[in-house]
């Protein structure tokens, strides 16, 4: 079975300042690897994933990823945080059969 | 877009009441899924259902069933509520595309919160 690992259930930071949410994976196949955001009351919305190719991957908002196969690792960052991206956001990881498997989660908090 | 509609967002039922919760897919997608999310625990799988009629547990099937008479509609089902139930239930479909077909991308419903008492 495939696991998820999220370093830091709350994360705060300023507003303008680097974001950085860990993860880190344990998977024996390549594995397909997504974050998601979940804003208050919502759903989960796809951020962006990495499937195959370039191991940096763009998502929305400004976000992005870079999947580290030495380091398991599929960290998200952001250069700038905006208050707008208050939220809880999840890892998830994907092997060939259509099973997702999350990290616990991790919300982030933006101070003016 | 793909849109997954979950019938109620707020639902609060008796212990021992049988509880439905309604997950409608609009973009004939073949794969959908019920999963539970508490703080700390992230997300759960409760069951899927990859076909019509078709489903398969998933890691927290125990005081759940599902129903998929229909390709679009996926039911879960608490036959008898529980206290240890209250949670926020979400629904998620994606498209199966074959090979590699873990590259799909879930897309979820807004959820259902349901409080036991």
């Known amino acids: 079975a495939q696991s998820v690992t999220q370093l830091g259930s709350h994360v705060s930071v300023s507003e303008g300042a680097l974001v950085l949410l860990r993860c880190n994976y344990s998977?024996?196949?390549?594995?397909?690897l997504f974050w998601y955001v979940q804003y208050p009351n919502q759903g989960l919305q796809l951020l962006l994933k990495?499937?195959?190719?370039?191991?940096l991957v763009k998502g929305i908002n400004g976000f992005e990823a870079e999947f580290k196969k030495s380091e398991t690792s599929f960290h998200l960052t952001k250069p700038s945080a905006h208050m707008s991206d208050a939220a809880e956001y999840f890892c998830?990881?994907?092997?060939?059969?259509?099973?997702?498997?999350f990290g616990s989660g991790t919300k982030l908090n933006v101070k003016p | 877009d793909v849109k997954v509609t979950q019938s109620s967002r707020y639902l609060v039922k008796r212990t021992g009441e049988k509880v439905f919760l309604e997950c409608v897919q609009d973009?004939?997608?073949?794969?959908m899924f019920w999963y539970r999310q508490d703080p700390g625990l992230g997300l759960r799988l409760i069951y899927f259902?990859?076909?019509?009629?078709?489903?398969e547990k998933g890691d927290i099937p125990e005081g759940y069933s599902v129903s998929r008479e229909k390709k679009e509609r996926f039911s879960l089902i608490l036959e008898s509520a529980s206290t240890n139930q209250t949670s926020m239930y979400l629904c998620?479909?994606?498209?199966?595309?074959?090979?590699?077909?873990?590259?799909?991308?879930?897309?979820f419903g807004a959820g259902s919160r349901l409080t036991v008492l």
């Open positions: 998977s024996s196949v390549p594995p397909y």
């Open positions: 973009m004939d997608h073949e794969n």
């Open positions: 990495y499937t195959t190719g370039a191991t």
């Open positions: 259902s990859y076909d019509v009629k078709m489903k």
């Open positions: 998620a479909s994606s498209l199966v595309t074959g090979l590699g077909s873990g590259a799909n991308v879930l897309t």
């Open positions: 998830a990881v994907s092997d060939n059969f259509n099973k997702f498997y």
